[in-house]
């Protein structure tokens, strides 16, 4: 039955209810008070005949006389004589009066009055005793039976009135109520849909997923089945925001969509994981399983799309987790389909099924990122330094700055393993700290030596986010009191590309404050020229992944100069870092790259090493030698 009907049916019962109590109500007090009237008006009858008496006259013969002698009427006054116990004659009869007469000489009560049934019909009654004498005057009157008509025939009119009004208000309220009741509910249900939607694509989102992962997972475990699930990232998205505008990465999400829905042609469950990430959830059959569904779903996905007159090319990258292979809970599912995402795009390719041997939140990698925070709070790190020699003044004008862990039960800790592990758990921040703190003190105590190096520092993708790493150098550079140019900041193109925006700004405040900006890893990332080109840097690190093997493979030697030159066209000063060989570092010379950095000069070193270098080969205290080269290398490591 609708709401409403409902409503409107409960609420002419109440009203009904409430005016049938009403009534009866008022019928019982109406009753009650028209019999108080009609006793009181027996009394009074009763009262008038006493007042007729006369004292000095025989009291029964008068009393004989004054009452009125009728029978069988409805009102009617007996004589009853309480010592002999009956009745005398002289009075009236009636039904009641018998029953009366024998309820007083039984009772011997003197006043009383009340009411008795006989048949269906009610009597009414007041005795009062004749005052100074045995007699009792019992005035008995036989009630109208059509009172309850009599009653309603006085408020049938007002209260079926008031029955219409309260039956109008009654369906009025249902009314207004049923339709409060449907736009709260209506509300809820938007709120709901919000709640567990993405309101772009009209996918669930993540809440959502992770509850139907943990409906799906439970109902497979019923029927001993498996769940294929997916993250899809779709890469150019951030790009296709920032160079065509939001618009058209909501027309590329929605076609996505589309796309990903054609595909599973409802066999599956599809989500939005949020920003650029969808989810897909599938059961494993004989037909599908993680191989095929990852064909189908880069097929579906990377085609070129057309948005507003762009053909667009998308990349695709594919986590894939299975229950119950992989886990055991939806929350677990998930967070292992992100680490495959995760391993797919940090090795490069497609698509990645979850492997536990390349799981970062292994009790292992928890254990380490635990002794991490400490050894940063307790300042158990060291800072090592890798000289970097300047090719045209023949001096070691400069030196990186590069993070050494000696892990007290696992001995040396390979900085890309800590610093990964920084950078996922936000520990950057305080290591970069640390780092600058220790090499602008040191980079000072240098400078008091009479040894003016610039000391490099590497930034994080994660630095550029910190809105006050520029004040904090500056800080630092003032208490040490060392000039802005001598302190190297070294940001990996990839890290400028994460953010482009962000980079740009904090680029600009670091260039304001006067320190040296380098593109560090120059080669392994997809930074544009044109972009590169905007940013105040000044100078260009060259992999050592291409510098490494310039001596043997023509190809990498190839690169090398290209990078020089280009460098050079856009005023940029060149390091080349991963020198191993003589061949490489005379090579580099005659390409007119600036700086070299590599095993062949020294590999990184504890500062006291490094001060003992530098002073047994007067290095860059503005006496050099040309022997200098040779004493550097004479001392490396
Ligand atoms: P990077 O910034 O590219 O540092 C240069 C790396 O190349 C250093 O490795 C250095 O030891 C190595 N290297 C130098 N010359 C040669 C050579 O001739 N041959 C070879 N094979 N390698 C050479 P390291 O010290 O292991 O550091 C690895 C990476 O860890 C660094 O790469 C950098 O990305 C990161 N890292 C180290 N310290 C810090 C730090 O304080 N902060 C941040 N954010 N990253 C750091
Ligand atoms: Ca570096
Ligand atoms: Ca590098």
């Not at 029964?60 to 409805?74: K, S, T, Y």
């Not at 390349?358 to 790190?381: F, G, K, M, P, V």
């Not at 920084?422 to 602008?440: F, Y």
Request: charged share 20%; with cysteine.
């Amino acid at each position: 039955m609708p709401l409403r009907l409902k409503l409107i049916l409960s609420f002419i019962t109440i009203s009904l209810m409430v005016v049938s109590i009403f009534s009866v109500v008022a019928y019982i007090s109406a009753r009650e008070y028209t019999q108080h009237v009609e006793q009181v008006r027996l009394h009074k009858s009763n009262e008038h005949l006493f007042a007729m008496l006369d004292t000095s006259l025989p009291l029964l013969a008068q009393l004989q006389n004054i009452v009125p002698h009728h029978e069988n009427r409805d009102n009617v006054f007996s004589i009853i004589d309480i010592s002999q116990k009956k009745i005398l004659p002289g009075g009236g009869f009636n039904l009641g009066t018998h029953l009366l007469a024998d309820l007083l000489i039984q009772s011997g009560n003197k006043t009383q009055q009340g009411s008795f049934t006989i048949g269906k019909q009610e009597y009414l009654w007041s005795a009062d005793p004749v005052p100074d004498s045995q007699y009792i005057i019992a005035n008995t009157y036989l009630r109208d039976s059509s009172d309850i008509s009599t009653f309603f025939s006085y408020v049938g009119t007002p209260l079926s009135t008031t029955l219409f009004i309260s039956i109008w208000i009654s369906v009025w309220a249902a009314l207004l109520l049923a339709r409060l009741f449907r736009q709260i509910s209506e509300k809820n249900t938007q709120l709901e849909y919000q709640a567990s939607h993405d309101l772009l694509t009209r996918l669930p989102n993540r809440g959502a997923i992770g509850r139907s992962v943990q409906q799906e997972m439970e109902s497979a475990k019923a029927c001993n089945e498996a769940l294929i699930f997916c993250l899809v990232d779709i890469d150019a998205l951030k790009e296709i925001n920032d160079s065509l505008g939001h618009k058209s990465g909501d027309i590329l999400l929605d076609q996505v969509t589309q796309r990903l829905k054609r595909t599973l042609q409802g066999s599956g469950h599809i989500g939005r994981f949020g920003g650029n990430k969808f989810s897909v959830m599938i059961k494993r059959s004989e037909t599908v399983n993680a191989e095929n569904i990852r064909h189908k779903l880069l097929e579906s996905v990377e085609p070129i799309y057309e948005i507003n007159g762009h053909s667009l090319y998308v990349h695709a990258t594919l986590g894939i987790a299975i229950f119950p292979e992989h886990a055991n809970n939806a929350q677990e599912l998930i967070q292992k389909t992100e680490t495959a995402l995760h391993t797919a795009k940090k090795l490069a390719i497609d698509s990645s099924v979850y492997d536990v041997s390349q799981d970062n939140n292994s009790a292992e990698r928890l254990r380490l990122t635990h002794d991490l925070r400490n050894a940063i709070h307790n300042e158990e790190l060291q800072l090592h330094y890798q000289p970097q020699f300047d090719v045209r003044r023949h001096e070691i004008g400069s030196v990186e700055a590069l993070a050494r862990w000696i892990h007290p039960q696992q001995g040396f800790i390979p900085p890309d393993t800590f610093i990964e592990i920084a950078e996922q758990t936000g520990l950057i921040q305080s290591l970069t700290d640390w780092v600058l703190r220790t090499a602008i003190k040191q980079c000072a105590e240098w400078h008091d030596m009479g040894k003016y190096l610039t000391v490099s520092v590497n930034l994080s993708a994660r630095n550029l986010h910190d809105e006050t790493l520029s004040s904090q150098i500056s800080n630092l550079l003032h208490y040490w009191n060392v000039s802005p140019e001598k302190l190297c900041l070294e940001i990996t193109e990839t890290a400028m590309m994460t953010n482009p925006a962000h980079a740009k700004k904090l680029l600009k405040e670091l260039d304001d404050l006067g320190v040296r900006l380098s593109i560090d890893d120059f080669g392994t990332g997809y930074s544009s020229l044109g972009y590169l080109k905007q940013l105040p840097v000044d100078e260009l690190k060259i992999d050592k992944s291409f510098v490494l093997n310039m001596a043997k493979d023509e190809s990498d030697a190839s690169i090398v100069r290209a990078t020089v030159s280009l460098a050079h066209d856009l005023g940029l000063e060149v390091v080349a870092e991963g020198v191993e060989d003589q061949m490489s570092q005379d090579e580099l010379s005659r390409m007119g790259c600036e700086y070299i950095q590599g095993y062949h000069i020294a590999r990184p070193m504890p500062h006291d090493e490094l001060t003992a270098m530098l002073i047994s080969t007067k290095v860059k205290n503005n006496t050099q030698t040309d022997e200098t080269l040779a004493g550097v290398q004479a001392n490396r490591l």
